[in-house]
């Protein structure tokens, strides 16, 4: 499997490169991540959910 | 502070949500028909417009950008005004919007049966189109942001973060995949040739399938799910980091269409590498979406539109398992160009958008009618037919592919091909694609429930056009901010023009790192002496060729494989195709390659063969083309073809414009006159001579060293 990302002949730097660049990215989504605050969190994700009432709250059928 | 009242604009989403249907049930109906051409011939119904070349375009453009598209802004319209607390920006956008949307597709409809096509798969459209969806794909992006600025809600929930980044990139992956050079008003050739080309459109087809058909449908994933099981999403978290690590993965991948061809041996590894890799984003996001119903399931068991999205998210969890497996060279070197792709698509396309437009059309329309489903039964009874529908698509698609896959690299002890025959594998899976259609029809018989069942409901309530609501209006400053505020994420869920400049940077990452190379450095794309520019006659042929659609049925690229070196010829060189404006390498085999066919055959062979394919080749479910014979090849534009090659650099001489006619003419006697001594007798001006020529010359540029050619059938 891991014969077809190897032996590029030349090519291997676009690969290491490439994936390095994600690496920094991904690194980067996840320390935000780790320091978000949990009120906040819980607060998206409830932003669906509490939506203002319409006039006659018939959303509730 | 005081509460603002204002209205949600139901009118627009109800639109959206007709309109989805009734091109849903075009789109299908129109799959149909094609699914049936594939195992009877006579289905083409014996005209030009109707020849599955050209039908199978209208199919795929009719159900990704009608039904899906049409679905997708029925979703945004009414899931963003919520999410924002605001009414729509503009009353007069939505329409332009709307009404806009509709004519596009209405000239899809006209211009596809009438071989009015790019040929670049899922951008058929020709350029008066094209920038005809791009001004409303504007209009769209200003009626969105216009809503976003004019908020009440200072957070943009997830779900707007997918379609802001399904607006940007679907933006620059449309105006990237439209470099066309105008011809006249309904004829362009696109500016890049070959390789090159290819590798534009690649990166347009797979990221379509995932900024038309994947993250528009996760945001609406991320709203209607939760509103259905009335509780918030499983992981907000995993929801940001599934969302950046899906858009920055995503655009990398899209080699993985071009594995075995001649595009440069790192580009395909690249995509192998991200598309494996994407299997962690998209299984982020099903599972967070199958979380959310923990402890809901008793939920599930009797609300169909839960049912719905859970056979969607189990569908868009297979088809993205399935696809990095498809990316491995091995796997793909078996399933490329046969029926397990098509069977793929459909786990996608039929599980994964269709199901979830269905549940969220049965969840909204009684909501925006202020009513209840006409018919629970109804809608269960569409439940279990559609889940049947798609097995016994799928199911015997796999089968076929897997048939039709092997057969065609079996050797005998020999070493010869056991099926030397292209043939034989094509009839050894015609009742697989009989139960296909079976399948469709019974999706389809389900969609028309649907649409009996929503009518009636509809006719039942009544559109609450505009829906009343109130909310506090943002404050303009805020002077005592939380300096968790100052967080880069928090920052950028309230300043959505940042967040779509960010999200822009993201996608264009991995479409620079691939494309620039490939552009740049020549030894990317190797010239070979010997291969040169399309006679005038030739090249009016390529451009029937391309007209009459044979692109969807044959492909133009023999892999490196001794299985296909052995059927087709010499495996296809990157510098055949540097005249190529646009390629034609094809992604389904339903007839064998064409690389090579250059004089494999006698004009005579080609000639009898476009009359009546079963005449030469017994069993055949080629469409026949009686009128390529009748009707007269069209030259009024080929002077201003080959200046336009020229000026995409293609090396006629100078003036050949001037001398184009009469070359086609000479050539076409010749041609002409090779048949009369094969007692055929047709007019040297007819569109078959050119087809013919342009077939005998397909592939044969490096043949002209080569002594003898290994048998192509
Ligand atoms: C009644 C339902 C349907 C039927 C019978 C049907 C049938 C077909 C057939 C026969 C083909 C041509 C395959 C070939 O060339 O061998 C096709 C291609 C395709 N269909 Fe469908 N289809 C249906 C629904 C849909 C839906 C709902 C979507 C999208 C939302 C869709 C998307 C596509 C795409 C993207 C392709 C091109 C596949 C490729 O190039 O590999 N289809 N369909
Ligand atoms: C992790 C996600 C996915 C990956 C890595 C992936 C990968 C692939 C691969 C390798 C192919 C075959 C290319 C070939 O050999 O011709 C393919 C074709 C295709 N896939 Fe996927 N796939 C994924 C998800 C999806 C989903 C969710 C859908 C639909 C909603 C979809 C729709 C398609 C279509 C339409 C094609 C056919 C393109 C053509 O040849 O015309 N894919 N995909």
Known sequence: ?61 | MQLEKFTYDNKIVRDFGIATIVWGIIGMLVGLLVATQLFSPSMNLGNQYTTFGRIRPLHTNAVIFAFVGNAIFMGVYYSLQRLLKARMFSNALSKIHFWGWQLIIVSAVITLPLGITSSHEYAELEWPIDIAITLIWVVFGINMFGTIIKRRERHLYVAIWFYIATFVTIAVLHIVNSFQLPISFLKSYYVFAGVQDALVQWWYGHNAVAFFLTTPYLGMMYYFLPKMANRPVYSYKLSILHFWSLIFIYIWAGPHHLLYTSLPGWAQSLGVAFSIMLIAPSWGGMINGLLTLRGAWDKVREDVTLKFMVVALTAYGMATFEGPMLSLKQINGVAHFTDWIVAHVHVGALGWNGFLTFGVLYWLIPRIYKTELFSKKLASFHFWIGTLGILFYAIPMYWAGFTQGLMWKEFTDEGLLKYANFLTTTLQIIPMHILRSIGGALYLIGAIAMTYNLAKTMLKGKLVANEAAEAMPLEKEITNEDPADKKWHRILERKPMKFMVISMIVILIGGMVEMMPTFTIESNVPTIASVKPYSPLELEGRDLYIKEGCVNCHSQTIRPFRSETERYGEYSKAGEFVYDHPFLWGSKRTGPDLHRIGGKYSNAWHYNHMLDPTSMSPGSIMPSYPWLITQKLDISMTEAKIRAMQTLGVPYRENFDAVAQAKLKEQAETIAADLKQNNIDVKSDREIIALIAYLQRMGTDIKANKTTIPSNQ
């Open chain 1, 1 to 61: 499997m891991f014969k077809q990302i190897k032996d590029l002949a030349g090519g291997e730097f676009y690969l290491i490169a490439s994936l390095l660049i994600f690496m920094v990215f991904f690194i980067m989504v996840g320390v935000y991540l780790i320091k978000m605050n949990k009120a906040h969190i819980a607060e998206m994700s409830n932003l669906p959910i509490n939506e203002p009432q319409t006039a006659d709250g018939y959303e509730e059928v």
